[in-house]
């Protein structure tokens, strides 16, 4: 029972967390993308039309991974989660039904209209494509987030004689007070994936010299976009959505933040240090005194519970796990902001071309917000551990009754194997792109 | 209201089966009858615009399962557990097999992704019917042994076959000589289908080659049908029933041996579409028609201890369902819209396109 638990989750996890390398990527991107296409229509300078289309199959193939990684998301309810499907499903198969019908339609049909269909359209229906790839793109993250955050917090409901849960409210579904901090938190840092990939080839050209004219582009546009992304997911969408977590999951938010002892006069904020579970402390800690306080109730001296407050079963089920997710997440969310801010300074002092190290810095800070990313997830999943509806329906009683441990072992390995086909393929196709750069793209 | 999501149901597995059935269809000629690279290119244009859109089908039809029948969709998601997860692999092979073949241009690179969407089109068109056949040939609800449930009375397990390979073992697997039959009526009924398809959307030098092709498999086909027919009693001794209480059921099968007969005129035909038409009526009738005779059973129970599961005893509550049927056809209407625009600005012959050449 254990073991068959334990692939279960890690069989989920595993294929969770490679699928939204992918949408992280496209959502911001559809963005970016969308905003090279207006351009294009309003000044007529044909480099914004090849770099929407170089982008554009980025994008597609960042799409087509996206799709073949996501469907096995939704079988997985019902192949490894029967028992949540089944007694959830009346409410959060809502909003994954309404994904389907609304986002995923959408999205393909247009996807192949924008990457075929220039020609035969003309711009401006061009344009319009494009923009209905990123709503729906963007539509199926809000679904998916509207999912989650009844998870988190459950609303609109009732609970029947037999355990099921009911819907009887479903404009809460889209008015629960956890959904729209998480969903502009969550849309964010998928923008500012896009830019640090975006400004990161940029530099990448630039340092390289080739394709110049683009690499300027690139990189003027990641930062700018970098640099708005980088701050609003940090103020005010990520404190939104960690005023949530107090509210709603104080044991998570100590669990997060490190705290085990409840402190008389305010709570510090933990820079940096190692969670032991034996002895209930942190080892070798760095910390701020009273700002974890201020920065929760605005407050020097608010009280912030730790952990010795809570019933120990009640605890998310990997502390040091969760500890590190969100540490890393806000760590990187900091130096975002401060590589951003530098390159924005010399941008608009007309010197960022020039000034190398800094574009080291925007290159090989390429794969740290899908870092951040991941590990916001981390965060937010592992915090509402031992729960999969948060304080109504445990992680343990939601699995397949039937299916064995040794069927889902099989299965993770298969998906562990396929997945590590489908990441080399990616990154030579990748690599392909990039390689033959935006001009030579003929779609 | 339950009746209502399963006509919604029922009426999108039939969307999926008539849409990404031609793809599947097209993905086994190419991987048996495309020989030049001329042939190849006008099979993967006919369908390379459409795939992915069709294939939301069967996603979105998922997800109104899970809405409106969870019971079912834990129920039979967890039971055939393993052929799901394979069909979901077998998926990502056609996806990229599609896609990936046209980024090199290299013979090797490219015979490895058309084995890869001609094999695993080959064998989603198998497990599409031997998933049909479990369904109607039910389970053990319960995993009964000796009278008594080793489990909740709705969930169970199956493995991939038993060694008797018989549906009417105690011990029943997902493959067995029933189950396969329908599977191979599947693979034939689809090829055809793909090949009306090609037809339909290509000049390619093919299309004669797959007139012949379709009058000749029609024939198999048609033979596998009644002998399906003749050995049904076993697993359902009354699979008529509801025919007979409801005689407008008779419409079903009308229109699959509509399909099924009109096929034999392939030859004949002006209009290319015409091939296409009447193999769509084939699936949608014989889809109809299973669907039919079982109902309201959605999964019949091999044993008499827990019942068979019904859209009445899986379904989610009033309100939920009522509730979902507000944005259902906002969102259908949407769909029909995106459907026409695609089928629109993709009309015709599809020689043109230079689908995959990125």
Do not use: C
Not at chain 1, 328 to 338: E, N, P, Q, R, S
């Amino acid at each position: 029972m254990e073991d068959m638990l334990f692939y279960d989750r890690m069989q989920f996890a595993f294929t969770i967390t490679f699928h939204y390398l992918f949408p992280q990527l496209t959502m911001g991107l559809s963005l970016l993308i969308v905003y090279f296409k207006w351009k294009f229509l309003r000044t007529q300078v044909e480099s914004y039309n090849y770099a929407a289309k170089f982008w554009m199959k980025i994008f597609a193939l960042n799409f087509a991974m996206g799709v073949v990684t996501g469907i096995p998301m939704e079988f997985q309810f019902g192949t490894n989660w029967a028992k949540f499907s089944e007694l959830t499903g009346g409410i959060i198969g809502q909003t994954l039904a309404m994904e389907g019908m609304f986002s995923f339609f959408l999205e393909s049909s247009f996807l192949g209209l924008f990457l075929f269909g220039e020609k035969l359209m003309g711009q401006k229906l061009h344009f319009l494509t494009g923009f209905l790839v990123f709503l729906g793109s963007w539509a199926s993250g809000f679904l998916i987030i509207a999912t989650h955050s009844w998870m988190q917090n459950p609303v609109g409901y009732e609970i029947l004689e037999n355990g099921k849960f009911v819907l009887n409210n479903f404009s809460a579904l889209f008015g629960n007070p956890w959904l729209w901090p998480s969903y502009l938190h969550n849309q964010l840092a998928s923008v500012v994936t896009a830019s640090f990939v975006v400004a990161g080839i940029g530099a990448f050209y630039l340092l390289n010299n080739k394709h110049s004219e683009y690499g300027k582009l690139f990189v003027k546009t990641g930062v700018i976009f970098g640099l708005i992304s980088s701050v609003l997911v940090a103020f005010p969408t990520g404190d939104w959505t960690a005023k949530n977590v107090v509210k709603h999951q104080p044991v998570t938010f100590a669990a997060m933040e490190g705290i085990f002892e409840t402190e008389d006069g305010g709570s510090e904020i933990v820079l940096i240090g190692q969670p032991d579970m034996e002895n209930k402390k942190l080892d070798n800690k760095i910390a701020v005194p009273n700002i974890l306080s201020f920065l929760t109730y605005q407050k020097w001296d608010a009280e912030i519970k730790g952990l010795n407050e809570f019933d120990e079963e009640n605890y998310p089920t990997n502390i040091p796990g969760l500890y590190y997710g969100y540490h890393i997440m806000v760590g990187l969310g900091t130096i975002f902001i401060a590589l951003m801010a530098l390159a924005g300074v010399q941008l608009w002092r007309k010197k960022l071309y020039k000034t190398k190290w800094v574009l080291w810095a925007i290159m090989f800070m390429l794969p740290f917000p899908y870092i951040a990313n991941t590990t916001g997830w981390y965060t937010a999943e592992l915090g509402r551990q031992p729960w999969l509806v948060y304080n109504l329906l445990r992680t343990s009683e939601g699995a397949s009754p039937t299916v064995s441990s040794g069927n889902t072992l099989f299965t993770l390995l298969g998906f562990v194997g396929l997945y590590l086909l489908l990441g080399m393929l990616f990154l030579i196709l990748v690599g392909k792109i990039i390689k033959k750069g935006p001009e030579i793209v003929k779609l | 209201m339950e009746l209502f999501w399963y006509v919604v149901l029922m009426g999108m597995l039939a969307m999926y089966v008539i849409l990404d059935g031609y793809d599947f269809g097209a993905g086994i000629i190419h991987l048996f009858l495309a020989k030049t690279e001329k042939d190849k290119k006008a099979i993967t244009n006919a369908i390379g615009p459409f795939w992915d859109a069709n294939e939301v089908w069967l996603i979105a039809a998922g997800g109104v399962l899970f809405f409106a029948f969870p019971t079912l969709y834990a129920s039979s998601f967890s039971g055939f557990y393993l052929p799901l997860i394979m069909i979901l692999w077998l998926l990502i092979f056609r996806a990229i097999g599609l896609e990936l073949r046209g980024q090199y241009h290299n013979a090797m690179w490219q015979s490895i992704w058309d084995k890869a969407f001609g094999i695993a089109s080959l064998l989603l068109a198998l497990f599409f019917g031997v998933a049909l056949g479990n369904v109607v040939r039910g389970v053990n609800l319960g995993m009964v042994e000796n009278g008594v449930s080793a489990h909740e009375a709705h969930y169970f397990f199956l493995p991939l076959w038993n060694p008797t390979f018989s549906p009417m073992a105690e011990h029943l697997g997902i493959i067995d000589w029933f189950t396969l039959l329908l599977g191979v009526i599947s693979v034939l009924a689809l090829t055809i289908h793909g090949a009306n398809w090609i037809i339909y959307k290509t000049n390619s030098g093919l299309n004669q080659k797959l007139k012949g092709l379709i009058f000749k498999l029609n024939f198999v086909l048609l033979a596998l049908v009644v002998v399906s027919l003749l050995v049904w009693h076993v697993i359902d001794p009354k699979p008529f029933r509801n025919f007979i209480e409801t005689p407008w059921l008779w419409i079903f099968p009308l229109i699959t041996f509509i399909g099924l007969f009109g096929l034999f005129n392939v030859k004949r035909w002006k209009k290319d579409g015409y091939g296409f038409l009447f193999s769509s009526l084939f699936l949608v009738g014989g889809f109809a028609s299973t669907a039919a005779s079982i109902f309201p059973n959605v999964l019949p129970s091999t044993n008499d201890v827990n019942p068979s599961l019904t859209i009445y005893n899986v379904a989610a509550h009033e309100y939920g369902l009522s509730v979902g049927m507000n944005w259902f056809f906002i969102a259908l209407f949407l769909v029909a819209v995106y459907m026409v625009v695609q089928y629109r600005i993709f009309k015709g012959k599809m020689d043109d396109v230079g689908y995959g050449e990125h």
